[in-house]
């Protein structure tokens, strides 16, 4: 079965500029979290996603949004760039909402400049 | 809310010696525990994780982990670690009501000759 799919893979914006980052779970998965690695706050949960619906929501601006397909597939995007946001935006699927292991993707790699 | 501490952010070994990465934890609630690692330029692959019964969780590539509800700590253990085993470790907690994982802020193994 193949593992989650993030598109691109490394992506760069210059500020103001928005971004849509792609993801595509493991089939049969209908959970879809958002997570943003940086080297200064570590791993940080962005939102979840399932049917469609936003279950749950980090401590992240409204420039960070996201939604989810009925393929169960998912797309967060940023809007007005900031140098901050430069990251590695790791996606993780499962199978249901709540207690289910969370299987994660490779990352889109953003640089903003 | 939940908060997660990994005690070391370096541990260098020597390869076929033994490694223990530390992690402790505070929740006001039950929790589920999960060591996750990180190869450079890749995801999160789960190595382990805890829900309930054994405190002794055994996991991939050799790995171990005990869960100690007194201490609030789940250490990571290989008792024999190999070069491939360099990557950084990271220790997450999730609330038995929900999916949002809490990392804690990695540890880099590095595995030497």
């Known amino acids: 079965k193949a593992g989650v799919t993030q598109t691109p893979r490394y992506l760069i914006k210059t500020r103001g500029q928005q971004v849509t980052l792609s993801c595509s779970p493991i089939?049969?998965?209908?959970?879809v979290s958002w997570y943003q690695q940086t080297p200064g706050q570590g791993l940080q949960f962005l939102f979840e996603?399932?049917?469609?619906?936003?279950?749950n929501k980090g401590n992240f601006p409204g420039r960070f949004s996201g939604r989810q397909f009925s393929n169960s597939r998912s797309e967060m995007n940023v809007s007005t760039l900031e140098l901050g946001d430069s990251a590695l935006y790791l996606c993780?699927?499962?199978?249901?909402?709540?207690?289910?292991?969370?299987?994660f993707g490779p990352g889109t790699r953003l640089t903003v400049l | 809310a939940q908060s997660v501490t990994q005690l070391d952010s370096q541990v260098p070994v020597f390869e076929e010696a033994p490694v223990e990465l530390r992690c402790n934890y505070s929740?006001?609630?039950?929790?589920?525990l999960f060591w996750y690692v990180q190869y450079p330029n890749q995801g999160l692959q789960l190595l382990l994780k805890?829900?309930?019964?054994?405190?002794l969780v055994k996991g991939i590539n050799g790995f171990e982990a005990e869960f100690n509800k007194s201490q609030t700590s789940f250490h990571l253990r290989k008792p024999s670690v190999h070069i491939s085993d360099t990557a950084e470790y990271f220790c997450?907690?999730?609330?038995?009501?929900?999916?949002?994982?809490?990392f804690g802020e990695g540890t880099q193994l590095t595995v030497n000759p």
């Open positions: 993780a699927s499962s199978l249901e909402e709540g207690l289910n292991t969370q299987y």
């Open positions: 089939s049969g998965h209908r959970s």
């Open positions: 996603y399932f049917s469609e619906t936003q279950r």
């Open positions: 929740s006001s609630v039950s929790v589920y």
């Open positions: 805890y829900l309930s019964g054994s405190t």
């Open positions: 997450a907690v999730q609330k038995t009501s929900g999916s949002r994982l809490t």
